[in-house]
């Protein structure tokens, strides 16, 4: 009896330590929130700023445009931006030079992240996609992988009938 008693007292004492340790851990944690900067948003909400060390980056270059989508690594998108929403008009949203400027662009929204590495997905055919990729690395982010995932058909679409003069 004694020795069972013995045993209970130190698990108690044991799970005692726990909830002690839990507290302490759980007020560091308070205080750490308390430290990160806050953010208000349009509706007057606060936000903190969350450090996402790795991500991915969706370039899709079409003939037309040239958008860049940053995401952490669950898909969820931090930021993003269009040679279009840059100011660039007609036939100069697919140039190389609108495409650097639009990972720019995008680099300013997510500096205060603390992103360092990132994955690339490439997607589409246009001008734009080579340059937005050697802007990433000129920025200073460490590139893991890139990944193109350009969708190419395999023998295309039923042709259309043969005409008949």
């Given amino acids: 009896m004694s020795e069972e008693t013995k045993t209970t007292q130190d698990t108690k004492a044991e799970v005692k330590g726990d909830e002690q340790v839990g507290k302490e851990e759980s007020a560091k944690k308070i205080a750490s929130a308390k430290q990160q900067k806050y953010f208000r948003t349009a509706k007057g909400k606060r936000r903190t700023h969350i450090a996402v060390p790795r991500g991915r980056a969706y370039i899709q270059s079409t003939l037309n445009n040239t958008i860049v989508s940053i995401t952490d690594q ?7 931006a269009s040679a279009g929403n840059c100011g660039f008009r007609g036939p100069k949203k697919s140039t190389p030079y609108a495409a650097g400027k639009v990972v720019e662009k995008v680099l300013e929204k997510i500096d205060n992240l603390g992103m360092k590495e990132l994955s690339v997905h490439v997607i589409g055919i246009g001008n734009g996609r080579d340059s937005a990729l050697r802007s990433l690395n000129a920025k200073g982010l460490n590139i893991i ?6 969708p190419v058909p395999h023998n295309g679409c039923r042709p259309r009938r043969a005409r008949r003069i």
């Fill in 74 to 80: 669950n898909g969820n998108v931090l930021a993003w």
């Fill in 145 to 150: 992988s890139i990944k193109e995932t350009t």
